[in-house]
């Protein structure tokens, strides 16, 4: 089974507050996603790896970063938080570009 | 750009009924179309895809359709149960291999 895991279920932080939100697959995916999910707005991407060091930009990337040292892990950093970005962010991988995407349970980010 | 639209947003049906979801996609490069349910407060999971060669793929109580020409896409379950009701997402490939969601199908099956 493949298996993708988040570093939180759960986190609060402040505005302007440096956030690092990880993400780990242990099924040597090459290819790594970060979402995010609002009501009514379905799953946006953010970010997404097809190799190590490797990024590109998704839909809606501004405020945020990205890291891939690793294969097997994939953070989404945001440099300087806002209320905005208080979401459900999910973390997803995949074999190849048109394959299953496997996700992560979730982070549920809340900025004050 | 590209953009995958999804109808209805919420639906209610009563068990035993069918249930159809459709979505429209904007690339006709899209090749790759699966759709993915998620259950309240857990991940969405892969249900059912279907590739640009073939028009129609079913799995028990789930197929799945798909129209190139007028670039449309639709799920359908038959035979509705409780254990259904969870938000349904439908999504097309865009360009580099990434894919584009809808926003979603909340889908409530009444006993």
């Known amino acids: 089974d493949v298996k993708v895991t988040q570093s939180s279920r759960y986190l609060v932080k402040r505005t302007g507050e440096k956030v690092f939100l990880e993400c780990v697959q242990d099924?040597?995916?090459?290819?790594m996603f970060w979402y995010r999910q609002d009501p009514g707005l379905g799953l946006r991407l953010i970010y997404f790896?097809?190799?190590?060091?490797?990024?590109e930009k998704g839909d809606i990337p501004e405020g945020y970063s990205v890291s891939r040292e690793k294969k097997e892990r994939f953070s989404l950093i945001l440099e300087s938080a806002s209320t905005n970005q208080t979401s459900m962010y999910l973390c997803a991988s995949s074999l190849s570009g048109f394959d299953e995407q496997f996700f992560g349970p979730g982070t549920r980010l809340t900025v004050l | 750009g590209e953009n995958v639209e999804q109808h209805p947003s919420t639906l209610s049906v009563q068990e035993g009924d069918s249930a159809v979801i459709k979505c429209t996609y904007s690339d006709s490069a899209s090749n790759y179309f699966p759709w993915y349910k998620q259950e309240l407060g857990k991940r969405p999971q892969l249900i059912i895809d279907i590739r640009s060669n073939v028009g129609e793929k079913k799995d028990q109580r789930i197929a799945v359709t798909l129209n190139k020409t007028a670039k449309h896409f639709s799920l359908h379950i038959t035979e509705t149960q409780p254990e259904d009701s969870a938000v349904y997402f439908c999504a097309a490939s865009g360009q580099g291999g990434k894919l584009i969601f809808g926003q979603g199908t909340e889908l409530s099956v009444k006993p």
């Open positions: 790896s097809y190799d190590v060091k490797m990024k």
């Open positions: 099924m040597d995916h090459e290819n």
